[in-house]
C-alpha cells in the first residue's frame, strides 16, 4: 500500500531526492559517443546551457563546443524567493560559472554581441567571430527595469521597495524593505508584469510568504495585502488559480487584476497602474515588491531569430513547440527563458527541454530522426507558507503531471512539497548541471 502525503517520513523523502526523482527525473543518455568534428556554439551558461554542454561533452567524441557567457557567476535562481524572504542568506544562490564547466568545453567569457544565422556566425563584444555548425541559443532574459517609470534598482531596500528577480543582493536588500513591512504593516503591494515571465508563481509566493511572516510577527492586523496583476487570473493553469484565489480569499489578500503597474513615486510611496480600460490607478503604500517586463535580450532581437507574429514586443525566438528547433533556421535550436513556447520559464522546464535539445543536435549529427520532444512541462513547488507548499507540474494543455501521483497531492499545502522547493530541488539544480539529472 502506498504512503499517503501526510504519512510520508523524513527518511522516506530523502530516499526520493537521493534517488534524483525531485520534480521529475530525466535519466542521462547512455549511448556511446559519437565521434564528430561538428563546431558548437552555446549562447549562455546558465542553467541550460551548462547543462547542454556537460550531456553533449558525453555524447560527442571530438566536437568543439564553445560556450559564451560574460557572467563569473552562475545564480540559482530558483533561491531567490528565499533570500527575499530572510530564509536563506544571499550566497546561497551564487556559485562560479566555471565550478559546473566540464574539461573539453571552452568558455568564451564575452557577451554575444551579433547572431547572423545566414552566414552561421556569432560575434563576441570584442569582435570575435565564432563560427558554428550548430547554435543554442540560451541567453536567459532581460528584466526591463526602465519600464517602470520613477524606478531603478537603487532604491531597492528603501522606502519599501524589494524587487528580488535581479539577483542575490537586490533579493536581501528587497527582505530588508520587506522585514520592516512585517513589523510595522501598512499597505503592501505585490505586483507581476504583463509580459512573458520566469517561474510565473514567484510573486504568488513572495505574497504567501510575507503574509506568513507577518502573521508569525502577530502584525497580520495592522496589515493590508494587495496583489495587482494585469492579468485576468492568478495563475495560468484554470485548477491553479482558482486554488489560489480560494487561499488568498481565506488569508484577507485583496487583488486588483487586470491593472499594470506604470510608474512609482517613491517619494509620496504611491503607484500607478493602468486598468483594463487604460486609466490610471493610484495606489499608496508602505511596501511594494516590483517584478519589471521581461524580454529577450536585444542579440537576440536584433538578430532575425524572435517571432514576428506574436510576443513581438517580448522577441522571444521563434521556435517549435515540442522539439525546440527554429522554424527558419534547422542548425538553431532555443532553451530556456528566450524560447518563444507557451510554458517553460522555470528550471525544472528547462531539466525536461535540454534532453530534447541535445537529442535534436545528436541526431543531426548522426543523420538520424530525433525520438525526444518537450510537452511543456513546468513545475512551480507553489510556497504558501513558512514549512507548506504545493507541488504544482503541468504541461502545454495545463493538464496538472504530478511526478509523485498518489504520493503527493499537487494543490495540497504540505510539507513535503515544502522539503521539495527547500531542500531538494537545489540538489537536483546542481546534478542537472553536471549533466546527471
Request: with cysteine.
Amino acid at each position: 500500500m502506498s504512503k499517503s502525503p501526510l504519512k510520508l517520513d523524513r527518511r522516506a523523502f530523502m530516499g526520493l531526492a537521493a534517488g534524483g526523482l525531485a520534480l521529475g527525473s530525466v535519466s542521462p543518455t547512455q549511448a556511446a559517443p559519437i565521434a564528430t568534428n561538428a563546431r558548437i556554439v552555446i549562447i549562455g551558461a546558465g542553467a541550460g546551457g551548462t547543462s547542454l554542454a556537460n550531456r553533449l561533452v558525453k555524447r560527442l567524441e571530438g566536437a568543439d563546443i564553445t560556450l559564451l557567457d560574460p557572467r563569473p557567476q552562475h545564480l540559482y535562481q530558483p533561491g531567490l524567493s528565499l533570500v527575499a524572504t530572510g530564509l536563506k542568506p544571499a550566497n546561497y544562490v551564487v556559485s562560479q560559472t566555471t565550478d559546473w564547466l566540464p574539461s573539453g568545453v571552452t568558455l568564451v567569457a564575452e557577451k554575444a554581441a551579433a547572431i547572423d544565422p545566414d552566414a552561421k556566425t556569432v560575434t563576441t563584444d570584442s569582435g570575435t567571430s565564432l563560427t558554428y555548425d550548430y547554435l543554442v541559443v540560451a541567453p536567459g532574459l532581460i528584466l526591463d527595469h526602465d519600464a517602470i517609470d520613477g524606478f531603478s534598482l537603487e532604491m531597492v531596500g528603501q522606502n519599501g521597495i524589494g524587487a528580488l528577480y535581479a539577483g542575490p543582493d537586490y533579493a536581501a536588500r528587497t527582505w530588508e524593505a520587506a522585514a520592516k513591512f512585517t513589523e510595522e504593516g501598512g499597505i503592501g503591494l505585490f505586483t507581476r508584469p504583463e509580459t512573458e515571465m520566469k517561474c510565473a508563481g514567484a510573486p504568488l509566493k513572495h505574497t504567501f510568504l510575507i503574509d506568513d511572516i507577518t502573521r508569525r510577527a502577530g502584525n497580520r492586523g495592522k496589515a493590508e495585502f494587495i496583489y495587482a496583476a494585469p492579468q485576468g487570473s492568478l495563475f495560468g493553469v484554470p485548477i491553479v488559480a482558482e486554488k489560489v484565489r480560494m487561499l488568498f480569499g481565506d488569508r484577507g489578500i485583496d487583488t486588483q487584476m487586470q491593472h499594470t503597474l506604470k510608474s512609482i513615486d517613491a517619494g509620496a510611496k504611491r503607484a500607478t497602474f493602468a486598468d483594463k480600460d487604460g486609466f490610471d490607478v493610484d495606489m499608496d503604500y508602505d511596501y511594494i515588491h516590483v517584478i519589471p517586463p521581461q524580454r529577450a535580450p536585444d542579440v537576440i532581437r536584433q538578430s532575425g531569430l524572435s517571432w514576428a507574429d506574436k510576443w513581438a514586443d517580448q522577441g522571444w525566438v521563434e521556435c517549435d513547440q515540442y522539439s525546440l528547433r527554429h522554424l527558419r533556421y534547422d542548425d538553431i535550436w532555443a532553451l530556456g527563458d528566450v524560447a518563444g513556447v507557451p510554458k517553460g520559464k522555470t528550471a525544472a522546464s528547462v531539466k525536461w527541454q535540454v534532453p530534447v535539445v541535445e537529442d535534436g543536435i545528436v541526431s543531426a549529427i548522426a543523420g538520424t530522426d530525433p525520438t525526444q520532444t518537450y510537452n511543456g512541462y513546468t513545475s512551480c513547488p507553489m510556497i504558501t507558507k513558512v514549512g507548506r507548499a504545493m507541488l504544482v507540474e503541468f504541461d502545454y494543455n495545463n493538464d496538472l503531471t504530478p511526478s509523485f501521483p498518489g504520493l503527493i497531492a499537487p494543490l495540497e499545502e504540505l510539507w513535503i512539497s515544502w522539503l521539495m522547493k527547500e531542500v531538494a530541488l537545489k540538489a537536483t539544480y546542481n546534478a542537472m548541471l553536471r549533466g546527471r539529472a
